[in-house]
Structures are given as structure tokens and as C-alpha cells.
């Protein structure tokens, strides 16, 4: 076969590569999973199953306008518990999960796309409480409420702290409450947000111990690409101030 021949040929294959690509990144479209985190994530009807626009939020809002500026396909589904949902994106190709915290032992499991929002980790106590705390040594003696699978509940574990973990962290506000726990570790301003909705006032913020930011967590098998248009949509996004705006308009 001519050297020409050969020329042609590779030439045809590079074009067909290409076309191919083009039709992969064109129909591409990532499952998007989310929980009830209000108020970044949360079904209209407060119920732990949504899809679509049953879903709105801080994030939800956000990650709507990312993927459309981006031009990347999507659907977006809300499901519990969230140990599950935060599996299936590790595990799946094409998946996703939002929002969730960038910690060093995270890192290496997803690519990620961020930040969207703040989420400070802190201690609520009671109004009426006489706790004080120093540091996070100082919580050792007390009952701690998390929530479980939570970035936090893992964090105060590998800390020898032992918390009392619930299936829905809005569970710890009326534990709080009723004395169940002495302490609650929560996001700011998920906690306060959380204990509105459960009309449960005047707790007070006895120690601050992490800033954490949030982010949309992809499978590791999500092209580079996607992850990329992504990222570049959030930042003009946020250069814009439309991030801001989202975040206004629900705190």
C-alpha cells in the first residue's frame, strides 16, 4: 500500500474520530442526584422522592443555570437516603451528586465542579443551654447530634467524638429541642434554615470549628471536557453575580 494511500486513509479515520466525538459530546447527558438539604436542595412538597422541577434550591438553581450555559445534557433526580445516592456517584459512570464537601479523603473519588455555596460547620446548643465551648475538645462530654453519611458526622468520628447520627438532620432540631442531645453539628446555614422549618427557634451557635465549601461531585468517568465546560459556566456565572442573587433570594 503507497505511502499516499496510507496518508488518505489516516486522514478519513481522524475525521470519522471526530464526528463520532462530536455525536457522543452532542447526545451526552449526566444523572444528576440531590437529597433534601434545604435550602440548597429540596423537594417542592417535602417529600424524600422529586424529579425535575419538583426540585428547587440554592444548588438546584445554580446547577440548572450551569448545565444550560454549558450545553450539557441532564436529568436531575432527589432521592434518600443520601449514603445511597453519594454510592451511586462514586460507582456509576455518568453520575452526579450535589451539594457535598470537598474534603481531602474525597478528593481522589470524583471530579468536581465548584464551589456553589459556603456551609461552616458549628455547634448549636439550646437558647436556655449553659454550655460553652473552647474548642472542639470541649464537646467530648456531650451528647452530639449529626447526620448520618454527612461530612461533618464523619469528621467528628474520625475525632473520637462518637455522635449520635439521625437519618435526616432536621431530626436533630427537635432532639435538640426535647434534651435527646446536648449538642447539634450542622452546616451554617443549613442548620438555622432546617430548624425554621421545624419551628424550632433561639438555638445559639456555641462553636465554629470548620469552614467547608460545596460542590457538584461527577463520577470519575465524566469527560474532562464536560467537567471543564462546567466549571467555566460557574465561574461566569459568579463573575456576573448571578451566584450571589441565587443566594440571596432564599437567605
Known sequence: MSKRLLLALAGTLMVLAGAARAEVDENYSVVLLTENFPPYNMSINGKNFAQEDNIDGIAVDIVREMFKRAGVKYSLTLRFPWDRIYKLAMDKPGYGV???????????????????GPDDWIMLARGDSQIT??????????????YKGDAIAEYLTQQKLEPLTALRDQENARKLEKGQIDLWATGDPAGRYLAKQEGVGGLKTVLRFNQAELYLALNKEVPDEVVSKLQTALDQMRTEGYVDEILNSYL
Request: cysteine-free; hydrophobic content about 40%; glycine content about 10%.
Open 98 to 116: 450535589f451539594v457535598t464537601a470537598r474534603l481531602p479523603e474525597r478528593e481522589q473519588s470524583f471530579k468536581w465542579v465548584g464551589p456553589i
Open 133 to 146: 465551648l473552647g474548642s472542639l475538645d470541649d464537646a467530648r462530654k456531650y451528647k452530639v447530634g449529626a
